[in-house]
């Protein structure tokens, strides 16, 4: 069995001694960089698929992900950002929320995928968010919130972000939000769980 | 108000699977319950319950609506099982931590969102049970705000009714979030007979809300 079926055997089966042996024999027998392509994106998107097909629940799903994250950590990579991404997206949860578990797994798949993220945390006050845009000239403000009693301390945030960085696309998620909420409130994509985050995040920085 | 501490109660990791997202007929897979065996553990000899409530009599019920000295709960559910109610039980469910959070991973992390949030609904339950056999009366489902047709307003209630501070539980005054994340606040009634009018029935998220585990 050649090396990356065993890694993704190992991730079939959760296996993290094997996983991880793998890992090592990778890391001292392969170009760090061709370790990227040949094996953790078809590991990452192996997951994914295995996910999106009910294979396996999100606690699978994010245990492989964080051993992905890992075999990622542990290579010598010129351009830390996986794909030669340089995307920049600042993360955080709502004035007033204090729920940032959704908003910690966003974070974790768009790290895996190669995206800079500077997490805000939860509870950020709208000044913070518009400062951070701002600072680290985020190409995309993404917006948690689990509370519909947010919603307008949500909008005007929007249209604070939108009024200083236009450039700058705003996406929101959350348990009350739905894609024409979010359209009402002036973001520029609703994403609805972590199957459809990537898709929709690389079809937004194209259109 | 009256503040109750107790241990949680036992919790077998197979009772906690439905919680993470599991269907009856799935078990996960081994590595994932080792962790849910091991946080688990971790959760039921490091957290207590704390419990703040009180008990009312004096309470109106209109067809939809309630109303107590201080507040009044718009839900044509509640009003339904007050009908039959003796007492009103107004309470506030926390967990307190007694080491400090550790560093997770994501999955681990999601793992323990989700059986903190299991143990705290069982702990409540229990509770709820034992005040409802020492009164020598029934209790009815919880309704907590923001639930059924009852608005997130309705912490208002609970702010008035109770002291959540004596807790150490903070209600955000626009959102009414509460901190800790893992506490519940709720309304049942206590009487006589069953109250057995379950709106959980005829809702259409019952499948997602955590309310509708006190269906089974």
New interface residues.
Partial sequence: MSTNQNLLQALNHLDKNLFFEEVESLIRNEPHEDIVNAYFNPGLEHTKERYEQNYIGLPEFLLSVQWLQELLNKLDLKNRTQNNKQIKIVLGVIEGDPHDMGKNIVKKLYECYGYQVIDLGKDVSQDKFVQSSQEHEADIVGISTMMSTTMEVLEKTIQRIRESRPECRIVTGGAFINAAIASNIGADKYIENAINLIPETEELLTN | MYIVESILPEIEPAETFKS???SKK?K?????QE?IESTLERILNNTRLLAGYDIICDFEVEPKRLHTKHASIESTHMAKIANSAQEMLIALFTLKELEDAKEN???Q???E?GLKAYALERAQQRMMQEIARQKNKYVSLPFSP?YCDWE?TGQELIMQHLDPEALGVHI?S??????P?YSISCVSFLGYEKMENNPCKYCNIKNTCNQSRYLS
Avoid: K, R
């Avoid at chain 2, 996960?28 to 994932?32: G, H, L």
């Fill in positions: 993470l997202g599991y799935d996960p897979p081994s590595a994932v962790i991973n994501i999955a992390e999601f793992i969102h923001g997130l955000h626009q959102t009414y979030s509460m901190l994340v």
